[in-house]
């Protein structure tokens, strides 16, 4: 039997390619991986492979048009939709969330200068809304971006500035946070003993 591809009729003879099996049935063939995906809604209704619990799609690939996105960039473009609408919305509560949101995608892409830009719109959104828990939420954010950059002497001024707002409003809960990460910008300044104090500090007032 002569194998040709299911979509252009197209054989290794007539092109000198070889052509690839679906990965799941092994029945049909193909002579590119746009031909699969594009037969692939046809294809499915028959698959034997899907039958006996293969992947969703052949040789266990999602279509390239819906490509998947790692965690941190889908979280980006989330955010970076939501900045949209709460601007056109005039919705300070949520432009505060989304830069938050914006900046926490890019440190964990650690793009830590791009982190920084957005947590210090944050931190404007949030002095504009008066919202000390947002403040002190911003600023140990922005502690967390400078630290990656190695700005560890930046970074501990912010620390501080977040500890004593959540101080200020009696959140020991951003307290205890801030002060852990205040510990650890310690340490990686070369003072283990301030960092210690820090460490304690947050086990004292959870």
Not at 73 to 93: P, V
Not at 99 to 125: C, E, M, P, S, V
Request: proline residues 4%; charged residues 20%.
């Amino acid at each position: 039997q002569v194998k040709d591809c299911a979509v252009c009729k197209v054989t290794k003879a007539s092109t000198g390619k070889k052509l690839k099996s679906c990965g799941a049935c092994h029945a049909v063939y193909y002579c590119s991986p746009e031909h699969q995906h594009q037969d692939w809604p046809t294809h499915q209704q028959t698959c034997k492979g899907m039958a006996d619990g293969a992947p969703k799609y052949p040789s266990g690939e999602v279509p390239k048009p819906k490509q998947i996105l790692k965690p941190p960039q889908e979280q980006l473009r989330r955010h970076l939709l939501d900045l949209q609408l709460c601007k056109k919305a005039k919705n300070l509560t949520g432009e505060w969330a989304a830069y938050n949101g914006i900046g926490n995608a890019f440190y964990k892409l650690g793009q830590f200068q791009k982190a920084i830009d957005n947590h210090t719109l944050a931190l404007h959104a949030a002095t504009l809304m008066k919202n000390r828990a947002a403040e002190s939420n911003s600023y140990s954010h922005l502690g967390m971006a400078k630290s990656g950059l190695g700005r560890h002497e930046l970074a501990i001024q912010d620390f501080k500035r977040a500890i004593q707002i959540a101080c200020d409003i009696n959140d020991t809960s951003a307290e205890s946070t801030a002060q852990i990460n205040l510990g650890n910008a310690l340490s990686a300044t070369g003072e283990p003993e301030q960092a210690i104090h820090c460490y304690q500090r947050s086990i004292d007032i959870t």
